[in-house]
């Protein structure tokens, strides 16, 4: 008679990095960790408009997964003025 048993790991970990490159403007962070069937972790990475999106997460067997996204700070967007304009698609307009 052959008897198998399997013997599963418990899954638990941790893990956590950040990136700060000022010649690119790339800023994000993230962290997350496990315990058995319940996950947490959070992101933010900095949007081109000069906001910063957070997004916290949790994830379960009984809840699913749930995500809150919060956005910081005020979008920016440049005014880009282009007075005179000639060549090939100008339809009019100056």
Same mark, same amino acid.
């Given at each position: 008679?052959?008897?198998?048993?399997?013997?599963?790991?418990? +899954?638990? $970990? %941790?893990?956590?990095?950040?990136?700060?490159? +000022?010649?690119?403007?790339?800023?994000?962070t993230q962290w997350e960790?496990?315990?058995?069937?319940?996950?947490?972790?959070?992101?933010s990475l900095a949007e +081109?408009?000069?906001?910063?999106?957070?997004?916290?997460?949790? %994830?379960?067997?009984?809840?699913?997964?749930?995500?809150?996204?919060?956005?910081?700070?005020?979008?920016?967007? +440049?005014?880009?003025?282009?007075?005179?304009?000639?060549?090939?698609?100008?339809?009019? $307009?100056?």
């Open positions: 008679m052959n008897i198998f048993i399997l013997f599963q790991a418990y +899954p638990k $970990y %941790a893990f956590d990095y950040s990136v700060k490159d +000022p010649h690119t403007g790339d800023h994000k960790s496990r315990d058995g069937d319940v996950v947490k972790g959070a992101y +081109p408009d000069g906001t910063t999106r957070i997004v916290e997460y949790t %994830a379960d067997k009984h809840n699913g997964f749930n995500a809150v996204v919060k956005r910081i700070g005020h979008a920016q967007h +440049p005014q880009i003025y282009n007075n005179h304009y000639e060549g090939a698609g100008n339809f009019g $307009y100056h």
